[in-house]
């Protein structure tokens, strides 16, 4: 019987085949969805800022950031046997959830995330094979490392399967 696991915000979780990973509300948060094909071991971050260097005491909580959360996340997963040279990503959220009046961009979380993201993904040379990003909706989703499956809900909108 396979279970789903459960992730908070500014958390992460890894899990093996049949067992997938799921996350409530992405709205400005990113879902990293990241798998090792061959062994299906997967895991999934909910990140809620890009930047660990721009907080102070962000050593409290490295999930919460995309570049201190993803290099934990692929720790946890080459501890459980996944081998880093084959991980894929997929990833979710960045959605634009208030709109503010300014051309100053730290009011686009969202955005900033899902670039900070992508960037730390890159210089982990992790290929990102699909993305739901952006809109102005919130997101839940889950992430089955067994297909690679990332499937997404949002309120009013059809199921979508990335």
């Not at 971050?45 to 570049?67: C, E, G, V, Y």
């Amino acid at each position: 019987m396979s279970e789903i696991i459960k992730v908070g915000m500014a958390d992460l979780k890894t899990c093996i085949s049949p067992d997938g990973v799921t996350t409530l509300g992405l709205g400005s948060c990113v879902g990293i969805a990241l798998r090792d094909p061959v062994t299906k071991i997967g895991g999934l971050a909910h990140i809620m800022l890009p930047d660990s260097t721009a907080i102070r005491n962000s050593s409290q909580n490295i999930a919460k950031f995309a570049d201190t959360g993803i290099v934990e996340l692929v720790n946890q997963m080459e501890k459980l046997g996944a081998n880093k040279a084959r991980l894929e990503a997929k990833i979710a959220g960045g959605a634009t959830m208030f709109q503010f009046n300014t051309n100053n961009g730290t009011m686009m979380i969202g955005e900033r995330n899902v670039e900070a993201s992508k960037q730390k993904l890159a210089e982990l040379n992790i290929p990102v094979l699909a993305q739901d990003t952006g809109a102005n909706y919130g997101r839940t989703v889950t992430y089955y490392p067994e297909t690679g499956e990332f499937h997404i809900r949002a309120v009013g909108k059809a199921q979508t399967v990335i």
